[in-house]
């Protein structure tokens, strides 16, 4: 399917390994930097939904939502890709398709985003068990280089795949867009439980931040190995 991605906020923390690795499948190997995992809360909108071909029509409940993720990243036969501790979204419907079609957990959520100027305010309630909230307000910054191999933000960001588990079978979909136009951002406020949810400690430290405006993203169905 066709999908563009905005306002989207990374936010990323290191972590202990042995904190993730009884919560990921013991075919996938956790990815790191610089010998470190890292965990990450993405809070974003989604608009122009659709099927392939591209010329398909947007289907109604489904061409725009607000959705939060927290993430890591593993491999699988050294293939980088991104695992999901859970996935939020104000779609009732999205998140019926998505349990069902890409085998991820998705939760019912109650999302509210705004915008004024350079300043986004983003404000999440779970609405289904385990818990979880989310509040978060960041002012935009300025254009940063395009990310190259090697570098942090390359890491963070350039995944082309996600992974998946299901009754003992890993399962992987294919992810296409152009290089992430990278921006600067500020923390004005924060405050979260969406990794706590997980039985996992706070993060310490600040968050890395990085700010993507628009991408557009296609996604091929899950394969199993």
């Keep these: 399917m066709h999908q563009t991605w905005g306002k989207l906020l990374f936010m990323h923390w290191r972590i202990d390994e042995k904190l993730l690795r009884p919560l990921i499948p013991d075919e996938l190997e956790i990815d790191t930097f610089d010998g470190t995992p890292w965990i990450a809360i993405t809070p974003f909108t989604m608009w122009d939904i659709r099927g392939f071909p591209p010329f398909l029509p947007p289907v109604p409940g489904f061409s725009s939502l ?31 398709a998505a349990r069902n079609l890409f085998l991820l957990p998705y939760y019912n959520a109650d999302i509210e985003l705004e915008q004024e100027g350079k300043t986004i305010d983003y404000e999440l309630d779970r609405e289904e068990e385990p818990e979880a909230s989310f509040r978060a307000s960041w002012k935009i910054g300025e254009t940063i280089p395009f990310s190259h191999p090697g570098s942090l933000e390359f890491f963070l960001t350039e995944r082309y795949c996600l992974y998946t588990e299901d009754e003992g079978q890993i399962y992987q979909a294919r992810i296409y867009h152009e290089p992430w136009p990278l921006q600067k951002a500020t923390l004005k406020a924060f405050s979260s439980t969406m990794i706590e949810s997980q039985d996992l400690p706070t993060p310490k430290g600040e968050p890395i931040l990085h700010y993507c405006d628009e991408l557009s993203v296609e996604i091929w169905p899950l394969k199993n190995f």
């Design 66 to 96: 607000d959705e939060l993720n927290v993430r890591t990243y593993v491999h699988y036969d050294r293939v980088p890709g991104v695992w999901f501790f859970s996935l939020d979204c104000n779609s009732a419907a999205a998140v019926l």
